[in-house]
């Protein structure tokens, strides 16, 4: 599904908050927050990423210097059960609260959502966010942290982070112009340890669509991004958008630039805090500093649980997209 905003409502201010090995990455200057614990105070993981997710929405009512009374919509998700780190983080400001999962496509699933209840007037404002911890999803869907079980060549590593954006009818920095909902693909990859391959097909499928339904090339974007396909999916990605005649000379994936290769994470990163926290650290800073004007911005996810995963089903995955530009175009 192809949207086409008619006001392009802006991301005002945004905000990112990581673990300790996050801080540890060629990133690290860009973050809001860096905390060299990733128990972040609490005594669970779970709670750890509560604290987390709280975190980066203060930052975000200090940065804009605005109260939790302002803010007339929140959106977001993570990887937990049930959503549990994002209704659990919530529920201490009182906003009203529409939980969200699309697994690590989650930022840009609240981002499109947002801007369509702004864009229509619904809402004056609403904050988009998505998070992520290592040891709450390693947990939950691969190996118990206790196992230390050896990692594949094609894993990749969930981040312990956090991002959060305001979007608002009027802004001057960045602006929602289009997006591209995806579909549901499955080409039966059923390896939870190579979720590049299993994602790469969604993402390939909707920016593909989405160049159909714009009108658009590859080549009119400063920057191509994907969310956390890593060093297996994004050259898989490349691969199936050249049989399609579509060139991705300027691809950025979120997976491979968080950490260092002497960070020993084998294929890259993931996790609905990988793309979260890029865009709101590194990529949306860009467009302040006149650096980026358009870009594409793809969040994948792969949509299992551990027990799908058990009874053997393969990994059905989906990718979102959302156009951001830097400049507000007038709607004749």
Not at 40 to 52: C, D, H, I, R, Y
Not at 225 to 238: F, N, Q, W
Request: hydrophobic share 35%.
């Amino acid at each position: 599904m192809y949207i086409k905003y008619k006001n392009m409502p802006a991301i005002t201010q945004w905000a990112s908050v990581v673990g300790k090995k996050e801080s540890e990455g060629p990133l690290a200057n860009f973050f809001g927050e860096c905390c060299q614990d990733d128990y972040f105070g609490k005594e669970t993981w779970e709670q750890a990423e509560t604290e987390m997710q709280s975190r980066c929405i203060k930052q975000l009512l200090h940065k804009k210097k605005i109260s939790t009374n302002d803010i007339k919509l929140f959106m977001g998700g993570d990887l937990c059960n049930q959503i549990t780190s994002t209704a659990f983080a919530v529920r201490d400001f009182g906003f009203p609260f529409l939980g969200l999962y699309n697994a690590c496509s989650t930022m840009a699933e609240s981002i499109i959502i947002s801007a369509c209840m702004v864009d229509s007037g619904y809402a004056e404002n609403s904050i988009a966010m998505a998070s992520s911890h290592f040891c709450t999803a390693e947990r939950q869907y691969r190996t118990p942290l206790d196992y230390g079980g050896k990692r594949t060549p094609t894993a990749q590593w969930t981040v312990t982070g956090c991002g959060s954006v305001l979007i608002e009818p009027v802004g001057k920095t960045a602006f929602i112009d289009a997006a591209q909902i995806g579909r549901v693909i499955d080409l039966g990859v059923t390896d939870t340890n190579n979720m590049g391959a299993a994602m790469a097909p969604a993402a390939a499928d909707t920016i593909k669509n989405f160049l159909k339904n714009s009108n658009t090339k590859s080549d009119d974007y400063d920057l191509i991004v994907t969310g956390d396909l890593g060093a297996v999916g994004s050259g898989l990605l490349k691969e199936l958008l050249e049989k399609e005649n579509i060139s991705l000379n300027n691809h950025f994936d979120c997976g491979l630039e968080i950490y260092s290769e002497e960070q020993n994470v084998q294929s890259g990163a993931s996790g609905c805090g990988c793309s979260a926290s890029v865009l709101t650290a590194k990529l949306l800073p860009e467009f302040e500093k006149e650096k980026l004007n358009n870009i594409l911005f793809i969040a994948t996810g792969a949509l299992l649980s551990p027990s799908t995963s058990m009874q053997g089903e393969s990994i059905p995955c989906i990718a979102h997209l959302v156009n951001i530009k830097s400049k507000k175009e007038v709607t004749k």
